[in-house]
């Protein structure tokens, strides 16, 4: 089992920036990538970025690209998403993800991200 402790969200004028951090536990030597994804109200949850577990790969979903980036400190098992240039549309639910060799997914308790416009 992976566990996953999220942080850093909360409330930013449009414009602004959060960085939101996810700490890994317990069977992290299993793991593949960690990512992040997002669920606003109303909407289905949806894929924000991806990093895979040496750091040497990243991934980013469209609407993010250029405003966001995904980084790992591997000593503490953290992955951060600095996130600049927040928009309104940002506002959401952040989930952080592992996903292990075996195409397990772990997700944490999810963080509140509110843009304000």
């Known amino acids: 089992q992976v566990q996953l402790v999220e942080s850093g969200g909360g409330l930013v004028q449009a414009g602004g ?9 317990g069977r992290t030597s299993s793991l593949a990538s960690l990512g992040w994804f997002r669920q606003a109200r109303g909407n289905e949850r949806e894929f924000v ?3 895979s577990w040496s750091g040497g790969s990243t991934y980013y979903a469209d609407s993010v690209k250029g405003r966001f980036t995904i980084s ?8 951060y998403l600095q996130m600049n240039n927040l928009k309104p549309e940002d506002t959401a639910v952040y989930y952080c993800n592992a996903r292990s060799l075996f195409t397990t997914n772990y997700w944490g308790q999810g963080t509140q991200v509110t843009v304000s416009s």
């Open 49 to 51: 970025a991806r990093i």
């Open 17 to 25: 920036s959060l960085r939101l951090s996810c700490a890994a536990s």
């Open 72 to 79: 790992r400190d591997s000593a503490k098992n953290t992955v």
